[in-house]
């Protein structure tokens, strides 16, 4: 049985904390504590783990780099991800400065965008006129674009993108992209995910007040 999206989905956290708990200086992990940092059960992370074969030690629990190494394997982890932005406003300006994505192995190799006054191929990270998104997507072998355009380019751009090849999609424009045969895409609104959160909070809220 293949392993599905929210198995993926939680090694890929596994293996965030894994690299934190290396830095501090740790060699070994036990199931309980990877399953409090990522919020499921320790049932679940052995599960999850014995779905690729890998097992640890009753009590001695896992060798903290060969848990590393065996999920690099898995996941791809060992190659550094080329990953191209499109549109370069506040959102994607932000995404290409932030430095955080060296260390998940994560290099945006171009932005690009429409507007004249934005294009830049001698900057630190090359912007480029859209127009030239398929070329670099082929040259580059990218599969995964970061799309910040605006609503009503969404969609268009989308389209784009899948025709040149890529086969990932993180949509940050305030739409519903549907996933297609072969290309996933992940949508963020992050004004739906605040007003989510104030939602919970006004429960939450409301629920203490009930209590008391």
């Not at 690729?52 to 190659?79: A, H, M, S, V, W």
């Not at 990932?168 to 297609?180: E, H, R, T, V």
């Amino acid at each position: 049985m293949g392993a599905t999206k929210e198995v993926v989905v939680r090694l890929a956290k596994y293996k965030n904390v894994l690299e934190k708990l290396r830095s501090l200086g740790f060699v070994k992990v036990f199931s309980d504590n990877l399953a409090d940092a990522v919020g499921v059960s320790p049932a679940l992370v052995r599960k999850d783990f014995s779905m690729f074969g890998i097992t640890g030690k009753k009590r001695g629990g896992y060798q903290l780099d060969d848990l590393i190494t065996q999920l690099n394997r898995i996941l791809g982890g060992d190659e550094v991800q080329r990953v191209i932005v499109v549109g370069c406003g506040k959102i994607g300006s932000a995404l290409m400065q932030y430095r955080g994505f060296a260390r998940e192995r994560i290099r945006i190799v171009a932005g690009f965008d429409v507007d004249p006054a934005k294009i830049d191929p001698n900057a630190p990270i090359p912007i480029r006129d859209i127009s030239e998104l398929p070329y670099v997507v082929k040259s580059e072998k990218i599969k995964v674009a970061i799309l910040t355009v605006p609503e009503s380019a969404a969609a268009q751009v989308a389209d784009m993108l899948v025709a040149a090849g890529v086969r990932g999609i993180l949509n940050f424009a305030p739409i519903l992209l549907k996933s297609q045969q072969n290309v996933v895409i992940h949508n963020i609104n992050i004004a739906l995910e605040l007003e989510n959160l104030f939602c919970l909070l006004r429960f939450a809220e409301s629920e203490g007040e009930r209590n008391r």
